[in-house]
């Protein structure tokens, strides 16, 4: 059974920070491309950060310099440490899992950037 757990997300304040981690099990994690999604009220669901099995990375224009996202295949874990957050990061944040045509998704962290 494969599984994505996201946590991390929180409440919190523009210009702060955090870590979003997700630990997948059931898959082989190395072989993976990993990304992170979100969604927005009323929006679609965006590409935020992406990081393929042998570690190169791409990011969205909105988080350029402000996200980086990490992954440790010895933990099955894909980080993505959020630096100078602003309300419009505000969103559900899930965990993809990607190799060839076959996809899982993680269930979601709530990120929530308000003063």
């Known amino acids: 059974q494969v599984q994505l757990v996201e946590s991390g997300g929180g409440l919190v304040q523009p210009g702060g920070s955090l870590r979003l981690s997700c630990a997948a099990s059931?898959?082989?994690?190395?072989?993976?491309?990993m990304a992170w999604y979100r969604q927005a009220p009323g929006k679609q669901r965006e590409l935020v950060a992406a990081?393929?099995?042998?570690?190169?990375?791409n990011y969205a224009d909105s988080v350029k310099g402000r996200f980086t996202i990490s992954r440790d295949n010895a933990k099955n874990t894909v980080y993505v440490q959020m630096n100078s957050l602003k309300p419009d990061d505000t969103a559900v944040y899930y965990c993809?899992?990607?190799?060839?045509?076959?996809?899982?998704w993680g269930q979601g962290t709530q990120v929530t950037v308000s003063s």
């Open positions: 990081i393929t099995r042998s570690g190169s990375t």
């Open positions: 993809n899992a990607a190799w060839r045509s076959t996809y899982f």
């Open positions: 059931g898959i082989i994690f190395s072989m993976y491309d």
